[in-house]
């Protein structure tokens, strides 16, 4: 994920794999040990919104990726990863918000806890976006 603000290319979330398009011959395994990685990066669906004040503010879709079948085009991807990645011009880090960490049956419990802090959190912290994306 790229933003371009003042003529200046960000990196929000960089892709740890150079030219990954899922093509025969390719894996997820990112630290070259011969096993493919689960690689957590978006989903290509970009949200971006200026407020008043000039802030840029940008939201993307959480997205796991897997890829252990090299003589098979495409990749593995969990639709039960949740989660949305937020950037904006002021702090200009990359956070997940409202994310499910794990789907291992293990650390639901504790994750689910974890989520719903999260979540109220997020709530707070960013009630002001959410109306304004509600009202655009």
């Not at 990726?65 to 937020?86: K, R």
Request: proline share 4%; aromatic share 12%.
């Amino acid at each position: 994920m790229v933003s371009r603000a003042h003529g200046q290319k960000t990196i929000l979330i960089d892709f740890p794999i150079d030219s990954y398009f899922g093509a025969i011959g390719q894996t997820s395994d990112v630290d070259g040990d011969g096993t493919p990685d689960t690689i957590i990066t978006h989903d290509e669906a970009l949200e971006m919104l200026i407020t008043d004040d000039g802030t840029l503010h940008v939201w993307a879709g959480n997205y796991w990726l897997y890829d252990d079948a090299p003589d098979v085009e495409g990749w593995t991807y969990f639709p039960l990863s949740a989660g949305i990645w937020y950037w904006n011009s002021l702090t200009e880090e990359t956070k997940l918000i409202n994310g499910l960490l794990s789907m291992c049956p293990a650390h639901h419990l504790k994750v689910n806890a974890e989520v719903t802090g999260q979540l109220q959190k997020a709530q707070t912290e960013y009630k002001h976006l959410i109306r304004a994306l509600q009202t655009w």
